[in-house]
């Protein structure tokens, strides 16, 4: 679809990438349609990260305040995360650094977006927290479900193969953990996924990948955090 | 959003990779991403360049007009350098007044150019105190992957040697001519990791970089000019040694520039 095809609604209601104008639907953005109750929207090919509610993502801090946190999540304006939002609601006002400082990376879930643009995050939900060691790597936020793949296949694939540890943000940032190895491993994997997301037989491609690169033991720990979150979002 | 913090786990991994001779995206810690030149891209300019180093992108276009030579300089022709910053390259660039970062970066590629007399301004002159020509290089970062100042310099070097001057069009001669470039300076770029100095840094590693240093050599074996950027140090030894590295990797983008 490009923008400003007609999109026939199926009788459903109007997604993400689409808009009404009289009676007919258009797309507003470039990639393909899907018709999935209760919406068709349009999947984009590519785009900057556009937040949800209840979207994971990770996020870096830039800034503290008296009572919150200020976070870079890759969307155009910092997300605020305040103090109420996490375990820590104890903290006295102006003390925060003792817990978050600027440039610790962290899990964040979007609570709340209102029609200003600003995007309020929170701390408290499982597995969600700060996030030490390792390293954040980058795809494009339109990739995210081919990166965790059907009902969390890819990413669970990724992961066993090359024996990290992941968190999956919904805003393009992955967190990896595991040896210098492992981490370039899953960075060649995302690379790969970021090129060929629109091909069929991925998932094969990826396996061949890591075949070719690597050990094929399944030894890896089983990835924790990343996939409990991951899982509540698959099925939604 | 002037200026992003980068994560301090990513910071410690660029570090800890560099200290173990890797680098984030397979590099050795010596080596440069693709470099691809392609000159005449803008054809209403008289002289221009497309250049990507890896994700960076930069395009040069030269531009000369007649104009009234400075005061103190009656027989030599103006070189102008400017630098602009795209807000679509990268998220920490803004329009309005040029940004420190572009003011940096068309200073240095100006510094390279001119200390290696690339251009010889004295043939630029048309007539002393009365005319000369006027040369312009517009450098457009199109996209900010890391080691602009490279990157830019290599495009205004592609652009000025594929140039024109259109006396023809000024009235100040029979036809147009080329620009004549008398020598061929190369700035190199590189940052501190820990321990480890690496050349032609990224976007990550930039932000990682605790001190940058440039580097610029001309094939007949002079430093032409340098700069140290973002907070950190280097040692003697560690300057001497850039500078070797510098002249190696010069002569080999220098065969690129002029083979485009």
Redesign the interface.
Known sequence: MLPGDEIPDRGLRPGFGTYRMGSHLYASVLGYATWREPFVRIVPFAGRYAARTGDTVVG???DVQKTFWLL?IDAP??APLHVSGTPWDETPPGELDQHLR????VLVAVEDLDPTGRIGVTLKGEGLGR??????LHVSPARIPRVIGKGGSMIHTITRRTGTEVAVGQNGRI?VSGD?DG??RV?DCLRLIEEEGQRPGLTERIEGFLDMTGPTDGAGPAPSLSSEQGERRWEA | MSEIVAAEIQTTHIVDLARSGQRIDGRGLDDWRPVTVEPGFVKSADGSALVHVGASAVLCGVKLETGKPFGDTPNAGVLTTNAELIPLSSPTFEPGPPQPTAIELSRVVDRSIRAAETIDLTKLCVAPAEKCWICYVDLHVLDHGGNLIDTAQLAALAALTHATVPAKRFGVGEADYPLEVAHFPIECSFVRLGDRIVVDPTFEEEAAGQGRITVATDEVGNVVAMQKGKVGAFSPDEVVETVERAFQHGDRLRAIARAA
């Not at chain 1, 996030?131 to 954040?136: E, H, Q, Y």
């Open positions: 870096i801090v830039q870079d304006r910092w600027v440039g610790d990376a996030l030490s060691g390792g390293t954040i967190w210098a981490i370039r960075r």
